[in-house]
């Protein structure tokens, strides 16, 4: 079975500010992949960072990173430089086997 | 190009009755997920589609049936609606080869009264 667990089920950030929003996952299966999706109220899912779990090397996208554990099956998000648009919810990912799993999400807060 | 599209957007039904909820893939992509979100929670899987076949399934009742056509854009089918079933209703199109690039679609808020 695949768990993903979000602990934080709110977090506010100023705005310029970094945050890092965390995930802790659960699997048996060596491949796979994690996945951080952004939702906002619009409802669409949009993808934000995706990682290998094979590759050692932290993901980046502009001023999006994330901090990969495989040992410790860790994989929060930071978000540097916080911008107003970034107020969304965020959920964690893992995705194997054709299908994702998700976690209950962090809503995030910007305040200006 | 289009993404994933989704009709309709919101819908309205009573307990007992049955709905049909449709997703157009994104262009290029043979493979079809439906996911059920409900209110504060993480998107769940429900079954995919894939050469017009359930290939998988979560742990939904029968109720939940589905449909993939030639085209590849797929029907979600709930019969005997609780009030339970009240959630958004998330399709992922992805390309069977690269399947680890889904892409969804804005959902269809489902409201079961």
């Known amino acids: 079975a695949q768990t993903v667990t979000q602990s934080q089920p709110e977090m506010s950030v100023q705005e310029a500010e970094t945050v890092t929003l965390s995930c802790t996952y659960d699997?048996?299966?060596?491949?796979?992949?994690l996945f951080w999706y952004k939702q906002p109220p619009s409802r669409q899912m949009i993808l934000v960072i995706r990682?290998?779990?094979?590759?050692?090397q932290n993901a980046t996208e502009n001023r999006f990173s994330v901090n990969f554990q495989k040992a410790a099956k860790s994989f929060s998000l930071k978000i540097s430089d916080s911008q107003l648009g970034d107020a969304a919810m965020y959920f964690c990912?893992?995705?194997?086997?054709?299908?994702?799993?998700f976690g209950s999400g962090t809503k995030l807060n910007v305040k200006p | 190009d289009a993404g994933v599209t989704q009709s309709p957007t919101h819908l309205i039904k009573t307990r007992g009755q049955q709905v049909t909820l449709r997703c157009s893939p994104k262009?290029?992509?043979?493979?079809v997920s439906w996911y059920q979100q409900a209110l504060g929670q993480g998107p769940q899987f429900i079954f995919q589609?894939?050469?017009?076949?359930?290939?998988q399934r979560g742990n939904f009742p029968d109720r939940f049936s589905g449909h993939q056509y030639p085209n590849y854009s797929s029907e979600l089918n709930v019969n005997a609606l609780l009030l339970g079933d009240s959630a958004l209703y998330l399709c992922?199109?992805?390309?069977?080869?690269?399947?680890?690039?889904?892409?969804f679609g804005q959902g269809t808020r489902l409201t079961v009264v």
């Open positions: 992922a199109s992805s390309f069977r080869r690269v399947n680890t690039e889904a892409f």
């Open positions: 699997t048996s299966e060596s491949d796979y992949y």
């Open positions: 990682q290998e779990a094979y590759k050692q």
């Open positions: 990912a893992i995705y194997n086997f054709n299908k994702f799993y």
């Open positions: 262009s290029g992509h043979d493979t």
């Open positions: 589609y894939y050469e017009e076949e359930e290939r």
